[in-house]
T-cell receptor, first 115, second 113 residues
Framework: NAGVTQTPKFQVLKTGQSMTLQCAQD?????MSWYRQDPGMGLRLIHY???????DQGEVPNGYNVSRSTTEDFPLRLLSAAPSQTSVYFC??????????????FGAGTRLSVL | AQSVTQLDSQVPVFEEAPVELRCNYS??????LFWYVQYPNQGLQLLLK??????LVKGINGFEAEFNKSQTSFHLRKPSVHISDTAEYFC???????????FGTGTRLLVSP
């Protein structure tokens, strides 16, 4: 099983550019989320989704958009990149039922630099 | 609101020595507790979890943690570490009934020969 797949692994952007970070999972998980990881700050939740067509904001949503048109995919969009968005981004997914709903599976991450 | 405190940003230890990574949580409701490990340039991998039942939880790679409700702690322990345990370790909590993980700031475990 591929699990949670994130692309690209690395990206360099110039300030003001836009891009989409891709996340796909093949476990039929209802719940998906995006985190950013910054030194000394752990992981912080950006946006999450409890199912196709349903998204909500996390702790640090500003500057990011998401949509969830299918169960498998949960892309994260940066409309106008800023240096403050330089970070490592992780996508995670989990089941919505039973004890499995408490276990989140993480992708390998996307390392983004905004110059 | 939930929060997780990992007081030690870095823990150096010699190979085969025991180690304890500390985690304290703050929540007014029942929580689930987790430890994740991140090896260099990799994603997060679940090490162990406390959902209910026994307060002593065993995980992968010989790690264990004990849930202490009175002290609101969930410290991670290993009796004898290996060089390969060098990684960053994150404690996380989740309110029962929700699926949002709240992470601590992480503890970097450095194992030297």
């Amino acid at each position: 099983n591929a699990g949670v797949t994130q692309t690209p692994k690395f990206q360099v952007l110039k300030t003001g550019q836009s891009m989409t970070l891709q996340c796909a999972q093949d476990m039929n998980h209802e719940y998906m989320s995006w985190y950013r990881q910054d030194p000394g700050m752990g992981l912080r939740l950006i946006h999450y989704s409890v199912g196709a067509g349903i998204t909500d904001q996390g702790e640090v949503p500003n500057g990011y958009n998401v949509s969830r048109s299918t169960t498998e995919d949960f892309p994260l969009r940066l409309l106008s990149a800023a240096p403050s968005q330089t970070s490592v981004y992780f996508c995670a997914s989990s089941s919505a039922s039973g004890w499995g709903r408490n276990i989140q599976y993480f992708g390998a991450g996307t390392r983004l630099s905004v110059l | 609101a939930q929060s997780v405190t990992q007081l030690d940003s870095q823990v150096p230890v010699f190979e085969e020595a025991p180690v304890e990574l500390r985690c304290n949580y703050s929540s007014s409701v029942s929580v689930y507790l987790f430890w994740y490990v991140q090896y260099p340039n990799q994603g997060l991998q679940l090490l162990l979890k406390y959902l209910s039942g026994s307060t002593l939880v065993k995980g992968i790679n010989g790690f264990e943690a004990e849930f202490n409700k009175s002290q609101t702690s969930f410290h991670l322990r290993k009796p004898s570490v290996h060089i390969s345990d060098t990684a960053e370790y994150f404690c996380a909590t989740m309110n029962t009934g929700f699926q949002k993980l709240v992470f601590g700031t992480g503890t970097r475990l450095l194992v030297s020969p």
